[in-house]
């Protein structure tokens, strides 16, 4: 594992920065456009590990996708013209992948077997092969088909009324997929909003379907047409910066082109409730997709609580939220994130750990953290487990500790965010 020693800073961070493209954009786009007739380009893709998995994915499946670094041509021939892969599909470390190639592979009527590395290996994949069962999927794998590997012996699926057990946008976007192949309508009813991005982005790709309140509904055997995608920047990779000119003094930051959904914004919510100093700027939209200007300034924080409704808007945060609520006054309480014990890592365990090894005081619930604030970092090491959020969260805590942080594992990063130390180094003084 690669290993990196980063000191604090000896001042505030000032600078513009423009964050890497949306990583559920990115995923979704790719997907789209290799089921689509037609030749679509993507540009500001990001080139981060998992979204690649999702290229690599399609090109098995005969898709040829050109790519000159953060541009893609993807050059689609419609479902009918998809190939059955000669070997299994690697999805590496990507739930995304996974979890939305489920609901594409279960409709095609070819054989794919697909697998993931260990830590995808242990993530649960029945919420995704139970809902598609139920359509009629045939899908094989170890525990009864709740883990990877998994076999799709493509059927034809028929259309259902899915109720979700679970707040996840993966799942939704899975059963929509698999809705565009199935016969009749399929429709999906969510417990509470997550993420958006398939609806916004599906009818531009030329599909139809209806949003009503908590449930979208979907016809089967439409066709996609071919689309350009410009992806704006992720906010999940801005919340590191913002948070880090928010607890480094004397800080001033911007960051420019960052995509500003409102299922996605719920960190500069949180933020501004404990007291950040955030304006935003909307200038433009990418489809329906708002995109802005973000300006951070340093600020006295204090402790908040953080549960229910806004938990998916910020679920991908919670680690660099956690460390913004160390250099709080007062306690933060985040509750309702049990989503958390399920992701690269167990993300409360691997929180609570590393920031206690660095100073912090923190304690892990079993659906969140109490983090009492107030207090130094003294630094120390973190151990990213392989989770490239919490190896970002190490590296801005580096910022604002007494000593260097040292980031085992920081390879990880290149996950989602592969120039994340370069824009480090450019923005500290």
Same mark, same amino acid.
């Not at 509904?217 to 047409?225: A, E, S």
């Not at 001033?252 to 960190?267: M, S, Y």
């Not at 998916?312 to 945060?317: G, K």
């Given at each position: 594992?690669?290993?990196?020693?980063?000191?604090?800073?000896?001042?505030?961070?000032?600078?513009?920065?423009?964050?890497?493209?949306?990583? @559920?954009?990115?995923?979704?786009?790719?997907?789209?456009?290799?089921?689509?007739?037609?030749?679509?380009?993507?540009?500001?893709?990001?080139?981060?590990?998992?979204?690649?998995?999702?290229?690599?994915?399609?090109?098995?499946?005969?898709?040829?996708?050109?790519?000159?670094?953060?541009?893609?041509?993807?050059?689609?021939? /419609?479902?009918?013209?998809?190939?059955?892969?000669?070997?299994?599909?690697?999805?590496?470390?990507?739930?995304?992948?996974?979890?939305?190639?489920?609901?594409?592979?279960?409709?095609?009527?070819?054989?794919?077997?697909?697998?993931?590395?260990?830590?995808?290996?242990?993530?649960?994949?029945?919420?995704?092969?139970?809902?598609?069962?139920?359509?009629?999927?045939?899908?094989?794998?170890?525990?009864?088909?709740?883990?990877?590997?998994? @076999?799709?012996?493509?059927?034809?699926?028929?259309?259902?009324?899915?109720?979700?057990?679970?707040? @996840?946008?993966?799942?939704?976007?899975?059963?929509?997929?698999? /809705?565009?192949?199935?016969?009749?309508?399929? @429709?999906?009813?969510?417990?509470?909003?997550?993420?958006?991005?398939?609806?916004?982005?599906?009818?531009?790709?030329?599909?139809?379907?209806?949003?009503?309140?908590?449930?979208?509904?979907?016809? /089967?055997?439409?066709?996609?047409?071919?689309?350009?995608?410009?992806?704006?920047?992720?906010?999940?990779?801005?919340?590191?910066?913002?948070?880090?000119?928010?607890?480094?003094?004397?800080?001033?930051?911007?960051?420019?082109?960052?995509?500003?959904?409102?299922?996605?914004?719920?960190?500069?919510?949180?933020?501004?409730?404990?007291?950040?100093?955030?304006?935003?700027?909307?200038?433009?939209?990418?489809?329906?997709?708002?995109?802005?200007?973000?300006?951070?300034?340093?600020?006295?924080?204090?402790?908040?609580?953080?549960?229910?409704?806004?938990?998916?808007?910020?679920?991908?945060?919670?680690?660099?939220?956690?460390?913004?609520?160390?250099?709080?006054?007062?306690?933060?309480?985040?509750?309702?994130?049990?989503?958390?014990?399920?992701?690269?890592?167990?993300?409360?365990?691997?929180?609570?750990?590393?920031?206690?090894?660095?100073?912090?005081?923190?304690?892990?619930?079993?659906?969140?953290?109490?983090?009492?604030?107030?207090?130094?970092?003294?630094?120390?090491?973190?151990?990213?487990?392989?989770?490239?959020?919490?190896?970002?969260?190490?590296?801005?805590?580096?910022?604002?500790?007494?000593?260097?942080?040292?980031?085992?594992?920081?390879?990880?990063?290149?996950?989602?965010?592969?120039?994340?130390?370069?824009?480090?180094?450019?923005?500290?003084?």
């Amino acid at each position: 594992m690669a290993v990196i020693e980063i000191e604090p800073s000896k001042g505030g961070l000032s600078g513009t920065l423009e964050v890497p493209g949306d990583k @559920s954009i990115s995923h979704r786009s790719v997907i789209f456009a290799s089921l689509a007739e037609g030749t679509s380009k993507i540009t500001n893709f990001l080139t981060g590990e998992d979204c690649l998995r999702t290229v690599d994915a399609f090109r098995s499946l005969g898709v040829e996708i050109e790519q000159d670094e953060d541009e893609l041509v993807i050059h689609g021939n /419609g479902v009918d013209n998809l190939n059955e892969p000669l070997a299994p599909i690697n999805f590496g470390n990507s739930g995304t992948t996974a979890r939305l190639m489920s609901g594409v592979l279960a409709g095609l009527p070819l054989f794919t077997v697909a697998y993931g590395d260990d830590s995808l290996s242990k993530r649960p994949m029945d919420r995704v092969v139970v809902p598609l069962r139920e359509m009629g999927a045939a899908i094989s794998g170890r525990k009864k088909a709740s883990l990877l590997p998994l @076999s799709f012996d493509g059927t034809t699926l028929r259309g259902k009324d899915h109720n979700l057990k679970v707040r @996840s946008a993966q799942v939704k976007s899975s059963l929509l997929l698999a /809705g565009l192949f199935a016969e009749g309508e399929t @429709s999906v009813t969510e417990l509470g909003q997550t993420r958006n991005h398939t609806e916004m982005l599906l009818p531009q790709f030329g599909v139809d379907l209806t949003v009503k309140g908590s449930t979208i509904t979907i016809k /089967g055997g439409q066709r996609l047409r071919a689309s350009d995608v410009h992806v704006p920047g992720d906010i999940s990779s801005a919340a590191f910066f913002i948070v880090a000119a928010a607890v480094t003094p004397g800080s001033e930051l911007t960051l420019k082109n960052v995509g500003l959904n409102h299922t996605r914004d719920g960190i500069i919510h949180v933020m501004k409730a404990m007291g950040a100093s955030i304006e935003t700027d909307i200038h433009s939209y990418v489809g329906k997709e708002p995109v802005g200007d973000v300006h951070i300034k340093s600020s006295t924080l204090t402790g908040a609580t953080i549960e229910g409704e806004m938990i998916p808007n910020v679920i991908d945060e919670i680690p660099i939220i956690a460390l913004a609520a160390t250099q709080a006054e007062g306690t933060t309480v985040i509750k309702d994130a049990e989503e958390l014990r399920y992701k690269e890592t167990d993300r409360i365990s691997a929180v609570v750990d590393n920031l206690n090894r660095i100073g912090a005081n923190v304690e892990a619930r079993e659906d969140g953290l109490v983090i009492h604030g107030g207090g130094t970092l003294n630094g120390g090491t973190v151990d990213s487990q392989g989770d490239h959020r919490i190896g970002m969260m190490g590296a801005i805590a580096s910022l604002i500790s007494e000593t260097s942080v040292i980031i085992v594992g920081k390879e990880c990063i290149n996950i989602s965010y592969p120039s994340f130390f370069s824009h480090l180094d450019k923005i500290r003084k």
